[in-house]
């Protein structure tokens, strides 16, 4: 099928959403998204921030959308004409969309150990507005103790559902959920239940948040500070890919390997993630590229840096061979009486 973001054309399979199309194409046309990820059946939908405008529904049916679709749920047409970052609508609508989800989200980036890889700042960044309209006071909820691996911080929360469905689908045994309704709705385990199998870190991973975090980690370390180093070990649980963060050669955190969009490509057992915290215990193949820029990409080596050249007069930097001759102490020849006190050893 045939389908055009933002003036690009390209053809996909039938049944291919039209961020999947998005993504193919690459650039700044990717919609954003919080809640849908691609490892994960039947997410999407849910937080809005992917919205698009369909200008041409179809070859066999030309007729626009009349209102903004989620691009994670709506599937192409062949002939379909779709505007995202070109879109005015679609613009004020993720404004719109960012500001919501600002509503009852506490700033606490200085302290938080998702600031600098948050899927939430970089939304913000881009979309959101230095002022707010929001007087009453924020939503907020009791410290809750859902197992020794995880921190769970509910007023972070989102409610991507993301967590709830990698344990739904990766487990057997899942002991959390959304409990209650509309805006009493909140991330809770049955009858304080501790989080505990095999597979209950990739829950870290794929929040987009700082609402679930890593409590080996936590306040340790800046992410920017840390190296991140492509790894493996030989595991009989998980695929035992991981991606090592480091700061010299101590392992801080150890995590699943991400694409450019921030999803796990193979979920990983939490032996591999929280038991194995030597150097000994890993094969370490290089250090991680990052195919998108990030605060995290700021920092790593993997890049070539371009020699700084400035084009500009000789005599504006480096001044006249006169006058560096004269302020050079040891380019200016010393006087027959300095070389007799010299001499002398009286200086």
Known sequence: MKVTIDGQEIHVEPGTTILQAARMIGGESVPPAMCYYSKLKGSGGKCRCCLVEVSKGSDANP??????VASCVTGVMDGMEVKSITSERVIDARKSVTEFLLINHPLDCPICDQAGECDLQNLSFKHGSANTRFIEEKRTYEPENIGDKIQLHMNR?????RCVMVADQLTDGRVHGVL???DHSQI???ISEAINNEFSGNMIDVCPVGALTDKTFRFKQRVWFNKPYNAHRDCDKCCGKTTLWMFGNEIQRVTARKDE???VEDFICNECRFEHKKVEDWVIEGPRKFEKDSVINQNNYTRKIEKVTLET?????????????KIS???????KEEEEIFKEGNI
């Open 157 to 161: 929360c989102i409610l991507c559902y």
């Open 313 to 325: 007069e000789k005599q504006i930097l480096l001044g006249r061979e006169q006058d560096r001759k």
């Open 329 to 335: 102490m040891k380019a200016v020849p010393l006087k």
């Open 261 to 263: 969009y921030h999803e």
């Open 188 to 190: 809770s385990t049955y």
């Open 180 to 182: 209650n309704r509309g």
């Open 63 to 68: 007729t626009p959308m009349p209102k903004l």
